[in-house]
């Protein structure tokens, strides 16, 4: 009791800290980083954006800089004690809430290229189908590899985290990118030259671009809405206010809609683009839990969404609006990354498990499960192609995650376990369009990517690379082929 007076020093001391903290972050970041901490020429510094990123990481980043950016190392600058009081600062809300309306979306706009001055055709000698584009987020660059010779044409600069998965127009020629920060981009793949840029979030989740073309939509955390872009310039179209988070919005290229899962209510939403002029207003679909990730039947008639209260899965029949059925599926289903497959004549459908060494398969009729394929560990990823014996995953989660799995579609028994650079992490596989061979993720920044023959299952080519976090085929991407994602 005789120290309670120590209380008020300390708080006190706390308060004076994240003052000292708020006046280096006006001297030393807001330049880059913007009033408010909501981005500028650097990345957003908020709670969402970070929200990844552990607090050892960030330390790092303000101590000794980013290489091959415009980010300076400030342990020259400033104490421990200081950058210390800034990883916490940076990890707390910002005392004014940070706001993004329709006005900063347009303001935010950039016009990069004008398309009717480029060509129409492709400018590079590689197949337009059989392109792969490459997400390195060590550095936070894309890069464009020819499918066929497994040659980079080119490599760019991307903004802070691109995540969600890049998307693809219909005809396979551009291909847009969603920042973890809320950037927009556009970029065009018959030219190799970025063509739009816009902001239309602070946080986003990921985006999602119409069966014809012509719209872009967007999935916020910060502000919860939708953002719907035109496809051919990022302009501005619409926002429809969610009053939620957005978990994720895919396209259903057979019903010419959109579909939405919401993070904080109980809804799917359909937003119809069939429509010449669409309005954009959503269906509201009820579902019993709040829906985290999902992946669709292949006729994409019935929703697959992870559902906490089910224990597991929730089956969401999109005609009727309906649930069908729960699924129990022990741990944490990661379905969003789950992939399909024909087996005795009928479709199944495995899932990955991001808190159990074990893969769920399921019949797609009964939606009953087939059989738990024990695993060395947790997963992330599962990837096939209809041309391979073997649906390939990872063990993301796992101490031993440098191995990854290699499941015989048929028995639904391990044929092989590779171990494709010891001590660094294998995760995301992706097929050539034809299925010959495929690429593999080392998820470290002296990282690569290997391509296997997918039959032999020999090496053909390792390519460095700086943390590739996914890979993407093009014309796997527009035919939404069986065995990738969606």
Known sequence: MKRLWLVPLLWASAAHGATDAAADYQQHCQSCHGVNRVGSSGPALLPESLGRIKPAEIRQVIEHGRPASQMAAFAPLLTAQQIDALVSFLQQPPATPATWNEQDIRSSHRQLADLSQLPSTPQHHADPLNLFVVVESGDHHITILDGDRFEVLDRF??????????????????????????????????????????????????LAVSKDGRWVLVGNYLPGNLVVLDARDLSLVKTLPTHSRVSAVYTAPPRNSFIVALKDVNEVWELSYAAPTPNFEPRRIQAQDVLDDFSFSPDYRQLLATSRKAGGGQVIDLDSGKVVTDIALSGMPHLGSGTYWQRNGQWVFATPNISKGQISVLDLKTWKLIKEIPTLGPGFFMRSHSHSRYVWSDVFFAPGNDAIHLIDKQTLEIAHTLRPMPGKTAAHVEFTQDGRYLLLSIWDREGALIVYDSQTLQEVKRLPMNKPSGKYNVGNKIEFAEGTSH
């Open 157 to 206: 600069a991307s903004h802070f985290a691109v995540h969600g998965g890049p998307k693809f127009s219909p005809d396979g020629r551009f291909v847009y990118f969603a920042s973890r920060d809320g950037w927009i981009s556009l970029y065009d793949l018959h030219n190799l030259k970025l063509i739009a840029e816009v902001r239309a979030g602070l946080n986003t989740r990921n």
